[in-house]
Structure formats: structure tokens, C-alpha cells
């Protein structure tokens, strides 16, 4: 069965970098692509970005441009998704998800990550 | 790239139907047959419900349908059952082949 295993939970300062992991089974890793979404307390989803898992092109919301960076490793079917920068608005739980098509049908469990000053 | 804009909230009582609306522009939601909506219960991760406008996931109950006109999106949700409370989500593909989620929208059944 599909499954998306995400990294645990991180606590950061301002401004330093985190980089979560989102470890991908049951589906052949490069025939898909894999989004990043976020979750602020309280809040709405926000589109983070994507990733192919074949040719590892990527492409990220003008919101996060210059801070994100998600990344993958085809040996390891991981997807990895690295934030910069990071401020107490970036304090939020972060999903994988992989995509057919259009659309997000698998999602990882979330990973929360707290920014502290 | 805005958000999607979606009502903070919508009610009604079992077996009634409510519609949930997704506006954008003609850069996202009119411009593709590419809108999906996500339902989230709290502290569950989302779970997809409609995509590509009109198409419902198997496993997802006849009940929840989808449509598009212009630059507005709709989900419908007829016979409401107290299941289906949970917060609602539009996403639409965007011209810059990049994607957004809608402002999210609270579902009650009363």
C-alpha cells in the first residue's frame, strides 16, 4: 500500500534552516511527483511547492521562492524539503503528498516544526 | 498568488444539501479543469474529495459533487450527515504551473 513516512518533529531558533523528510513506499517513487503543503495553527493549507521524482524538475509558490529548496533521492525514495530563513510564521505542520495527475491522493502524517526566538 | 477565496462557513442540518463556493481568477480556476477539493477533520491530514472539477475519488460517497463556472468552483454536499463536518478546501493549477488551496471553509451540520 502507498505510504508516505514523514521525519519528526523539530524545534528551531529564528532564523535558522530545517529540512524535513518525506520517505515514500508501495508505488514506483519516479513515476510521481510529490507536493509540500503547510499548516499554521489554526490556519488554512498553503502550497509550499513540488517536486517530479523522475526528472527532478521543481517548482515553488513566488511566496517561498529563494528559501525553499525540496530535493530527492531516487536511491532512498525520499523526498526532502528544505526551509531557510525561518521566522515564528513559519511555525506550522508540513505535508508531503504525492500527486497523480492533478491532484494530491496520499499524503504524509506531518511533520511540525516550532520556531522559537 | 492569492488564495482562493471561500466562505469561512457553512451550515446545515442533516439531510439537507449545502454547496461551498471557490472563486479565482481566469489565471487559475477558469483557466484549467484542474480544481480538487480536500475535506480535513481535526488533527487528520486531508483527504481528497473531488478532482479535476467533477471527478470523485473511488471510495468517496456519491454525495459529494463538483462543478465550474467561469472562475468559480463549487463542491455540493447533498443528504449532510454528521460525518461530514469538517473544514473544506478548494485547490486549483495555476498558469504559472504551480498550484493554490482556496481560504478553507467550516463546514456545521446543525
Known amino acids: 500500500q502507498v505510504q508516505l513516512v514523514q521525519s519528526g518533529a523539530e524545534v528551531k531558533k529564528s532564523g535558522a534552516s530545517v529540512k524535513v523528510s518525506c520517505k515514500a513506499s508501495?508505488?514506483?517513487?519516479?513515476?510521481?511527483?510529490i507536493h509540500w503543503v503547510r499548516q499554521a495553527p489554526g490556519q488554512g493549507l498553503e502550497w509550499m511547492g513540488w517536486?517530479?521524482?523522475?526528472?527532478?524538475?521543481?517548482k515553488y509558490s513566488q511566496k517561498f521562492q529563494g528559501r525553499v529548496t525540496i530535493t530527492r533521492d531516487t536511491s532512498a525514495s525520499t523526498v526532502y524539503m528544505d526551509l531557510s530563513s525561518l521566522g515564528s510564521e513559519d511555525t506550522a505542520l508540513y505535508y508531503c503528498?504525492?500527486?497523480?495527475?492533478?491532484?494530491?491522493?496520499?499524503w504524509g502524517q506531518g511533520t511540525l516544526v516550532t520556531v522559537s526566538s | 498568488q492569492s488564495a482562493l477565496t471561500q466562505p469561512a462557513s457553512v451550515s446545515g442540518s442533516p439531510g439537507q444539501s449545502i454547496t461551498i463556493f471557490c472563486t479565482g481568477t481566469?489565471?487559475?480556476?477558469?483557466?484549467?479543469?484542474?480544481v480538487s477539493w480536500y475535506q480535513q477533520h481535526p488533527g487528520k491530514a486531508p483527504k481528497l474529495m473531488i478532482y479535476?472539477?467533477?471527478n470523485r475519488p473511488s471510495g468517496v460517497s456519491y454525495r459529494f459533487s463538483g462543478s465550474k463556472s467561469g472562475n468559480t468552483a463549487s463542491l455540493t454536499i447533498s443528504g449532510l450527515q454528521a460525518e461530514d463536518e469538517a473544514d473544506y478546501y478548494c485547490?486549483?493549477?495555476?498558469?504559472?504551473?504551480?498550484?493554490?488551496f482556496g481560504t478553507g471553509t467550516k463546514v456545521t451540520v446543525l
Open positions: 503528498a504525492r500527486v497523480t495527475g492533478t491532484y494530491c491522493d496520499y
Open positions: 508501495g508505488y514506483i517513487f519516479t513515476e510521481y511527483a
Open positions: 517536486i517530479n521524482a523522475g526528472n527532478g524538475n521543481r
Open positions: 481566469s489565471s487559475d480556476v477558469g483557466g484549467y479543469n484542474y
Open positions: 479535476d472539477v467533477t
Open positions: 485547490n486549483s493549477f495555476t498558469i504559472s504551473s504551480t498550484y493554490v
